[in-house]
């Protein structure tokens, strides 16, 4: 079993934080993968979590031999359900629920990933594609972006993400085709779909932006969208760019190559069923 190691520079000083106490843990698994060229460790005191773990990484991700990583995770899973997630000597989460635990993990890996990446931009955004183009709704949680992007794969459109439009240098998307996670009723968690499971297919191939779509769903509401400028689209979609703040010519460079021909549109949507024939009309108008 290999040992898993941060790089020398980040390593912090002795007994001053719990990474030490956590590194003369007696780890049962490792495993050190890489997704979008961020070195990853995971370190388990039980490997029976290990499989259930790999539902929860990102996607196209690949196991690597090389144990220095840029990020390390600790899953502490407890006897008495105590159980624990740090990252590296941060504690993450503390709780009696796995699943509680998977989902922070998911959730803090998607967000250092993103971070990390110095080629490509990631924004909290639903993406499907249409006859070539992407159609990208930017939207951090709660805004009904995956219902609309599950509406969009049920009505023919190609899966890209529901969680993160990926651009590169050019402004073109590329997916993030994570399951879709759709929340069911109140109360109850939120299960995760399969594009096959909605009907739909997972594209590899990178696409223009042919729309966004700035759209907050609010019940009963009629879709009577504005149109939005160039100007507009790029604010829309910094908003919801996770290193706006930290490397904005950057962001603001790449959006602005993305939308210099799409179609922009913004407003108040009801029920995604009732919009997105709508909404794919109108990328066909625009493009003939």
């Known amino acids: 079993m290999s040992t898993l190691a941060l790089p020398k520079s980040d390593r912090l000083p002795a007994f001053e934080n719990d990474l030490e106490r956590l ?66 000597q941060e504690q993450l989460i503390q709780t009696n629920e796995p699943e509680d635990l998977l989902e922070a993990l998911d959730s803090d890996l998607r967000l250092q990933i993103a971070t990390s990446v110095k080629d490509q931009l990631f924004v909290h955004a639903g993406v499907v594609g249409w006859h070539g183009r992407a159609i990208v709704i930017p939207g951090r949680s709660f805004s009904g972006k995956t219902t609309l992007v599950a509406a969009l794969i049920k009505a023919g459109a190609t899966y890209y993400s ?31 779909y399969s594009a096959a499971e909605l ?53 603001l460079a790449i959006l602005s190559r993305a939308v210099t021909h799409s179609c922009n549109l913004t407003g108040k949507r009801g029920e995604a069923e009732l919009v997105v024939r709508k909404l794919l009309v109108q990328l066909e108008t625009s493009f003939g």
């Open 23 to 88: 590194n003369r843990f007696h780890w049962q698994a490792t495993l050190s993968l890489v997704s979008y060229g961020v070195r990853i460790g995971i370190r388990v005191s039980d490997p029976g979590i290990l499989e259930q773990i790999h539902a929860y990484l990102p996607p196209g991700w690949k196991t690597t031999a090389s144990p220095v990583v840029d990020e390390l995770y600790s899953v502490i899973i407890s006897k008495t359900s105590n159980h624990q997630l740090y990252r590296r």
């Open 162 to 192: 529901d969680e993160y439009a990926v651009f590169d240098s050019e402004g073109f998307v590329h997916p993030y085709p994570r399951r879709l996670s759709i929340r069911q009723d109140i109360g109850q968690r939120t299960k995760r």
């Open 199 to 251: 009907g739909g297919s997972i594209s590899k191939e990178p696409l223009p932006v042919g729309m966004v779509v700035h759209a907050q769903y609010e019940s009963g509401t009629q879709w009577h969208p504005a149109k939005m400028s160039p100007g507009q689209a790029v604010l829309a979609l910094l908003d919801n760019t996770v290193v706006a703040r930290l490397r904005p010519e950057f962001a």
